[in-house]
């Protein structure tokens, strides 16, 4: 296995300040948070003193009613609208393509705006996951990903870059339009299998495409826009950050945006983990427990999420299961138990039924919390480890295609 982390890559892909382009570059401000909407508003020229009660007016009508459009803010003088259409828009991530499972997991391929540097304009995959009463929202951090996970097909594609506050927001905000998630709206498209609650997104989880810890800032103001009590209203105990070990920072992450947390974790000892999460050669499990252990508000109602994904052969032994309990001793935790989802061109296949329940009988009877993970949307590859956005197939297919034109032209 390689090392998991691209350092020249991680620098690269570094956060800067929030992103709000010149007037007539037409950026979206969808998703902004209140800083970054009034630099917008400074940008225009709106007076410092106005610029309070205007951040507040454009964000009762981004994040409470869901326009899409700076004509529908009739509490806005018309001077202002007409200046905000012409610096700025109100966009979501284009839909490239949106798939609709058997078991109603919707999963969109969306296309994010081309940055200075970028010649082709990259992709990322967002899932939501309906029960009866409740609906969850897998977000993308990065296009693509550095670790390099062997069971995970989205570590099988390169990092493009990190999301913008606005990119990862405006996946919330498009699943919203698709559902019908907005005060008095209907769904769009295919409307089967949705949750019976007024509700239709109630969790978020940063478990989509990348390390959310490895674009820390972004991650973190898109889900104080997510969390605002005025606006999209996500409790935090409702938002999850799954992070595959990045140890440094997640204390950090504790007391700065203060979400559940989630460990992909996969083994229990150092030389599996190494080749199941390379990270763990840069920051081994010892350490990544310590962290675990001083995470801030870690308490029996605030546990911590670690995910097991269950590999036949590999980790699934009831001696795993054993070393597991061991391992997460005096620690507030649950365990996800995880059935492999596979994708194509994997060499791991998943447990049996009857070994994961003997396993997680072994977990159960120590006191922990052990649910197995259902398989959601295994049929469009929406499933847990099986992102990975078209964006690769497709450049090698028109590479195909030019090199055929080339061909018959010459």
Same mark, same amino acid.
């Given at each position: 296995?390689?090392?998991?982390?691209?350092?020249?890559?991680?620098?690269?892909?570094?956060?800067?300040?929030?992103?709000?382009?010149?007037?007539?570059?037409?950026?979206?401000?969808?998703?902004?948070?209140?800083?970054?909407?009034?630099?917008?508003?400074?940008?225009?020229?709106?007076?410092?003193?106005?610029?309070?009660?205007?951040?507040?007016?454009?964000?009762?009508?981004?994040?409470?009613?869901?326009?899409?459009?700076?004509?529908?803010?009739?509490?806005?003088?018309?001077?202002?609208?007409?200046?905000?259409?012409?610096?700025?828009? =109100?966009?979501?991530?284009?839909?490239?393509?949106?798939?609709?499972?058997?078991?109603?997991?919707?999963?969109?391929? #969306?296309?994010?705006?081309?940055?200075?540097?970028?010649?082709?304009?990259?992709?990322?995959?967002?899932?939501?996951?309906?029960?009866?009463?409740?609906?969850?929202?897998?977000?993308?951090?990065?296009?693509?990903?550095?670790?390099?996970?062997?069971?995970?097909?989205?570590?099988?594609?390169?990092?493009?870059?990190? =999301?913008?506050?606005?990119?990862?927001?405006?996946?919330?905000? =498009?699943?919203?339009?698709?559902?019908?998630?907005?005060?008095?709206?209907?769904?769009?498209?295919?409307?089967?299998?949705?949750?019976?609650?007024?509700?239709?997104?109630?969790?978020?989880?940063?478990?989509?495409?990348?390390?959310? =810890?490895?674009?820390?800032?972004?991650?973190?103001?898109?889900?104080?826009?997510?969390?605002?009590?005025?606006?999209? %209203?996500?409790?935090?105990?409702?938002?999850?950050?799954?992070?595959?070990?990045?140890?440094?920072?997640?204390?950090?992450?504790?007391?700065?945006?203060?979400?559940?947390?989630?460990?992909?974790?996969?083994?229990?000892?150092?030389?599996?983990?190494?080749? #199941?999460?390379?990270?763990?050669?840069?920051?081994?499990?010892?350490?990544?427990?310590?962290?675990?252990?001083?995470?801030?508000?870690? %308490?029996?109602?605030?546990?911590?999420?670690?995910?097991?994904?269950?590999?036949?052969?590999?980790? *699934? %032994?009831? +001696?795993?299961?054993?070393?597991?309990?061991?391992?997460?001793?005096?620690?507030?935790?649950?365990?996800?138990?995880?059935?492999?989802?596979?994708?194509?061109?994997? $060499?791991?296949?998943? %447990?049996?039924?009857?070994?994961?329940?003997?396993?997680?009988?072994?977990?159960?009877?120590?006191?922990?919390? $052990?649910?197995?993970?259902?398989?959601?949307?295994? *049929?469009?590859?929406?499933?847990?480890?099986?992102?990975?956005?078209?964006?690769?197939?497709?450049? +090698?297919?028109?590479?195909?295609?030019?090199?055929?034109?080339?061909?018959?032209?010459?």
């Amino acid at each position: 296995m390689t090392a998991s982390f691209d350092s020249a890559a991680h620098e690269a892909a570094k956060p800067g300040p929030h992103p709000v382009a010149a007037p007539s570059a037409k950026s979206t401000i969808a998703g902004l948070g209140r800083a970054g909407l009034s630099e917008a508003l400074a940008a225009i020229g709106v007076p410092e003193k106005q610029r309070r009660m205007r951040v507040n007016q454009l964000w009762g009508w981004l994040y409470v009613r869901g326009v899409t459009g700076f004509d529908q803010m009739t509490d806005v003088s018309k001077e202002l609208r007409g200046k905000l259409t012409q610096a700025y828009t =109100l966009d979501r991530p284009e839909i490239v393509s949106e798939q609709v499972s058997i078991d109603g997991t919707r999963k969109w391929l #969306l296309r994010l705006p081309k940055l200075g540097h970028e010649l082709r304009a990259p992709e990322i995959e967002t899932v939501y996951i309906p029960e009866s009463d409740r609906g969850t929202l897998c977000i993308s951090s990065q296009v693509g990903c550095t670790l390099n996970c062997s069971f995970c097909h989205t570590g099988t594609q390169k990092l493009v870059r990190n =999301l913008e506050v606005q990119e990862i927001v405006g996946q919330i905000l =498009l699943a919203r339009d698709r559902i019908g998630d907005w005060p008095g709206a209907a769904p769009l498209g295919d409307a089967r299998l949705l949750p019976d609650s007024d509700r239709k997104i109630t969790n978020i989880v940063l478990m989509g495409m990348g390390e959310p =810890l490895y674009n820390f800032d972004h991650v973190r103001d898109a889900m104080e826009v997510a969390s605002d009590g005025e606006g999209l %209203s996500v409790s935090k105990r409702r938002i999850t950050l799954s992070t595959s070990g990045v140890v440094p920072e997640i204390a950090r992450w504790g007391e700065e945006a203060g979400t559940m947390l989630a460990i992909s974790l996969h083994a229990t000892r150092d030389e599996l983990r190494d080749e #199941l999460v390379p990270i763990n050669k840069k920051y081994p499990i010892k350490e990544l427990m310590r962290a675990c252990s001083d995470y801030p508000g870690l %308490s029996n109602a605030r546990r911590i999420t670690f995910e097991y994904v269950m590999l036949k052969g590999v980790n *699934d %032994s009831l +001696a795993d299961a054993r070393a597991l309990v061991r391992l997460l001793a005096g620690v507030p935790a649950k365990i996800n138990l995880i059935p492999f989802n596979p994708w194509p061109g994997t $060499s791991y296949e998943c %447990s049996d039924w009857e070994t994961i329940e003997r396993f997680a009988d072994v977990v159960n009877k120590a006191g922990y919390a $052990s649910p197995v993970r259902t398989p959601r949307g295994r *049929d469009i590859l929406a499933a847990c480890g099986q992102l990975k956005s078209e964006s690769l197939k497709l450049r +090698a297919s028109e590479r195909a295609a030019d090199g055929n034109s080339s061909d018959q032209a010459g």
